[in-house]
């Protein structure tokens, strides 16, 4: 493998607090102070002017579907549209077909993953088939590879079994991701429960039943000790427990999502399905609530909650779509349009939220330009505006509320140790 | 003023001046149901679907007699018998509704925005006949066409909704209508069938029966719907009825002249008593004729009509 030299760029490494115009030298897939005469010799050379170099982007809420649905995206084509949207490393979700309940079918996708241009971490479930009835083996899944645990969509939710499970996970170091919704409070629900669930006349979902599972969780780790890790928080109050619980010193984190912090609810008003998820859009209070949570460090991360679904599944009524929206390809530009430009969010924050903070939360080697470390990197262009067309992008699903929009901020090459994998709009392995 | 949609999708979108046009063309369409010979040619060979993917009777039935009396060829679907029930999704089976040269789709549909959807994929018109929780807009223009020719204008006059609003696709037409046509609106009910998001929408929100029901010139009663609601929203129909039935008692409460609505299926002994229901005061069947004509009227004008054809006389 040849050595790199990305030259002439502004360098970002929220890691190293390295924000200057410089080089960056790579060498046998890592990054290095500087290379030798014979290796700059040989080395390839990335004029990286005008262009933003960082550690390469950390997602660790992704959906693959591989096994059991690929016609809506598999390891191959969703590691495609990380590395088209600067990510380099990513964590999948275990709610495929079958679940990640097994070593077997951790094994499976660690064997698939290994062709992938990016690195990919799978997750195990908490519980037999994410039916929140009985634990899943969490050593063995630790042993399979597995970086973290959770029952994603199906929030557990006896408390007794999450209070055994994070206990549990916590001898085998593995956190404890979770989707944070009391069921009881939702069933059939499809969006925001308030004023305009009202007007619609769709079932609401209310944020009580977030903050609810948010509290609890905060409470089980302050029990407990153990890392509870909550996924694409969506209240205002959400964040505001999660504030008070960073002041206490309890050891939970959360991510937002660059959906929630770009719409709020009023974007279903033609009943839309791309703008179904779960957690839903909220209110403009909540958004910015979200925004605020990222500023002060209350939440620690962004993660995209890439969620593929064929067309024909969210061309339906409202009512019978599922949640969720494809975000790897978007979420550099949407993060930096709405914290950077309309935020006022430091640039180096931003690329901070989507690197060394979310690779720290499960302990991943990534996220750092540090010499030493695996050489990841995005480079991107902060100021090219460009036509997002799904259909011409890589994710095999094209669920995007972005579809046909102008985005600012192209990323123009990804390196995954080492090798460029991704440029100018081609994927190269 | 030429009658511009295509669609009739809800009543929100609508502006007072549609209203009032339908509302014209509907008084000119119920002149013709009082004749001995209900029928005009305004539809004549064209070809109206009922696509009712919900249970329905009346509703149904009223527009299909509406359809009729236009002189319409009209086809009604059973949800039960439908292609939908092996798997086939909406947009698939009204494109072959389409397919098949049908000139209009009168949709009732469970979930709410689904008439809207249809109308993004189809090229002929799309009138809602009532989807999920959202809208009912031929109910809500029937109500307020048989207010108008109960009280005439409704400009300051009080309605009172009173019942299931949270799962009410008429609630939420009607107020809609009513406060577009200048009407007072307090919906009151349990709060859990009725919260205050509602307030949003213009109307006043209430839990006290008895303030609610003071001067006012409208009771619209609603039924409880069980079959929305996905846990108990209240602790049981007696306790219902004990707390917001509408008895003898509590319609003394209402001006001596105002009138009683229920767009049925009525309850008899939980939201309405029967010597309520059927008292001088009840203009509930003068509200399910009317429906006849204010659906006559929607088809007539989302087919092409204009309002000023039928208001000449139609012989």
């Known amino acids: ?429 | 003023m030429p009658w511009h949609r295509k669609h009739l999708l809800t009543i929100e979108e609508l502006k007072r001046a549609e209203i009032e046009q339908i509302l014209a063309t509907a008084a000119a369409f119920r002149r013709v149901l009082d004749r001995k010979v209900k029928k005009v040619p305004a539809l004549r060979g064209k070809t109206i679907v009922n696509l009712f993917l919900e249970p329905s009777t009346r509703t149904r039935i009223s527009f299909e007699m509406a359809a009729k009396f236009l002189s319409a060829d009209v086809i009604s679907f059973d949800a039960s018998a439908s292609s939908t029930t092996k798997g086939e999704t909406l947009r698939d089976t009204a494109q072959n509704i389409q397919a098949l040269n049908a000139d209009m789709i009168v949709l009732r549909h469970a979930a709410s925005g689904s008439p809207l959807y249809l109308s993004k994929v189809l090229g002929i018109p799309v009138v809602n006949a009532g989807d999920g929780a959202h809208e009912h807009p031929t109910q809500a223009l029937l109500d307020v066409f048989t207010m108008r020719e109960k009280l005439g204008d409704l400009k300051g006059r009080k309605v009172v909704i009173l019942g299931d609003i949270l799962f009410s696709r008429v609630a939420r037409s009607n107020i809609h209508a009513l406060t577009k046509l200048g009407a007072d609106v307090t919906i009151v009910g349990p709060s859990t069938l009725v919260p205050h998001w509602f307030e949003s929408m213009g109307v006043r929100v209430s839990h006290n029966l008895r303030t609610a029901l003071a001067d006012a010139d409208v009771v619209m009663l609603l039924r409880i719907q069980h079959e929305r609601q996905g846990v108990s929203h209240f602790p049981s129909l007696g306790e219902y009825t004990s707390m917001f039935g509408l008895n003898y008692t509590r319609a003394s409460w209402v001006k001596p002249d105002a009138i009683i609505m229920h767009p049925g299926p009525i309850n008899r002994g939980v939201e309405i008593d029967s010597d309520i229901a059927d008292s001088p005061r009840s203009v509930i069947l003068q509200q399910v004729t009317n429906g006849i004509a204010v659906r006559m009227a929607v088809l007539y004008l989302c087919a092409g009509g204009q309002p000023e054809q039928v208001l000449t006389p139609v012989e």
């Open chain 1, 1 to 429: 493998m040849p050595s790199l030299i990305i030259k002439n760029g502004r360098v970002i490494d929220p890691a190293s607090k390295r924000d200057a115009k410089g080089d960056v030298f790579i060498a046998d897939g890592k990054f290095v102070k500087t290379l030798t005469p014979a290796q700059k010799k040989q080395a390839k050379v990335i004029d990286a002017k005008g262009l933003v170099v960082c550690p390469g982007l950390v997602d660790i809420h992704v959906h693959f579907r591989e096994p059991g649905q690929t016609h809506k995206e598999t390891i191959l084509t969703g590691s495609q549209a990380a590395a088209a949207g600067g990510f380099t490393t990513v964590v999948c979700m275990p709610n495929t077909s079958p679940v990640v309940d097994n070593a077997g079918t951790v094994a499976l996708i660690k064997s698939v993953a290994a062709a992938a241009p990016v690195h990919v971490y799978p997750t195990g479930c908490i519980t037999v088939g994410m039916k929140g009835q009985a634990l899943a083996p969490h050593g063995s899944l630790q042993k399979a590879g597995v970086v973290a645990l959770t029952d994603d969509g199906l929030c557990v939710q006896s408390n007794e079994l999450m209070h055994r499970a994070v206990e549990y996970a916590k001898m085998f170091g593995l956190s404890i991701l979770d989707h944070c919704q009391d069921e009881s409070m939702t069933e059939k629900a499809v969006m925001n429960e308030g004023v305009v669930s009202t007007r619609l006349g769709l079932k609401g979902w209310p944020h009580a039943a977030e903050d609810i599972i948010v509290a609890r969780n905060i409470i089980l780790s302050r029990y407990t000790g153990a890392h509870i890790h909550m996924q694409h928080i969506s209240s205002a109050h959400s964040v505001e427990l999660m504030r008070q619980a960073k002041k206490d010193g309890i050891n939970v984190t959360a991510e937002a999502t660059p959906h929630h912090i770009a719409f709020t609810e009023d974007a279903l008003a033609t009943y839309d399905t791309h703008f179904k998820m779960n957690p839903p859009l909220r209110t403009e209070t909540d958004r910015l609530a979200i925004i605020g949570g990222l500023r002060d460090g209350t939440l620690d991360c962004i993660g995209t909650d890439h969620a593929p679904h064929a067309p024909e599944e969210k061309d339906k009524e409202f009512d019978y779509a599922p949640n969720g929206i494809i975000g790897l390809e978007t979420a550099l530009p949407v993060c930096l349009d709405i914290l950077v430009k309309k935020s006022k969010f430091q640039l180096s924050h931003v690329i901070d939220l989507m690197t060394r903070k979310a690779a720290d939360i499960l302990k991943l080697p990534a996220g750092t330009l540090t010499p030493g470390a695996c050489a990841d990197v995005c480079i991107f262009d902060p100021g090219e505006a460009w036509l997002y067309n799904t259909y011409g992008a890589f994710s095999k699903s094209i669920n995007s509320p972005w579809d046909k929009q102008t985005l600012t901020g192209r990323v123009k090459t990804t390196i995954v140790s080492g090798q460029v994998v991704y440029q100018n709009g081609k994927m190269l392995v």
